[in-house]
């Protein structure tokens, strides 16, 4: 009995400090939420009073909406309105280098590329403006119209798309890449350039090459 009470009256006691907040998706709400940073200390108590210090604990997050708290790895997870922004700038950076890849730009292919970034996000894409951008791409850099993708054009393909792949589910990253195909086949087969542009688009993606591979030979037996 004497060691009943006893265990009742000593504990340990969490007081938690606020030392930093921001926005973040709640895996527990399902969307984005304001979140406060949290860090601890821990101490002793006898009958509710602290006293001997235990350390600290944490650092863990706190969504402000549902008082879930989660560790600090759920701030990977990009919020909604991030995850949209970087899937809508993935997807005109493909369209870009397919359209780079292309021998020259043909209007289907724009037509096709357009389309794609309006759906992605740019609304206000138009076929002008991306054969603009190509034009300007090459002017820039060099490039040479239909050479294979070179090292800093895949450059910009990893930095649009290696963050992006850890959130997307398989049919996701399917279709990123199945979007840069039908912008190449917009104007007729690949060409060995644009092959070259879409596997460096899969290998952004994490998608094993043989994979690649049948998606791109999958997509040009579809009628368009």
Known sequence: MVRLRLNRALGVRTAWTAVGDGE?????????RNYQRLMGRRRFTLVGIPLVPRGETGPTVECAACRRRYGTDALDHPT??????????????????????????????????AGAVRSAGFDDCTEGQLGALV?????????????????????????????????????????????????ALADGPYTP????????????????????????????????
């Open 24 to 32: 973040f998706f709640c895996p527990g709400c399902g969307g984005d």
């Open 80 to 113: 909604t309105t991030r995850f949209s922004a970087m899937l809508r700038d993935a997807v005109h950076t493909v369209a870009l280098a397919v359209l780079a890849a292309c021998v020259p730009c043909a209007p289907s292919s724009l037509t096709t590329a």
């Open 135 to 183: 034009e300007a791409l090459a002017a820039d850099t060099g490039r040479v119209f239909g050479e294979p993708c070179g090292a800093g054009l895949a450059i910009e393909l990893h930095e649009a798309l290696d963050p992006l792949a850890p959130h997307l589910a398989p049919a996701g990253r399917e279709s990123i890449l199945l979007q840069g195909a039908r912008i």
């Open 193 to 224: 350039a644009e092959r070259d542009v879409l596997a460096t688009v899969g290998a952004a993606l994490t998608i094993e090459a043989d994979e690649v591979t049948r998606l791109l030979q999958a997509a040009a037996r579809t009628p368009s």
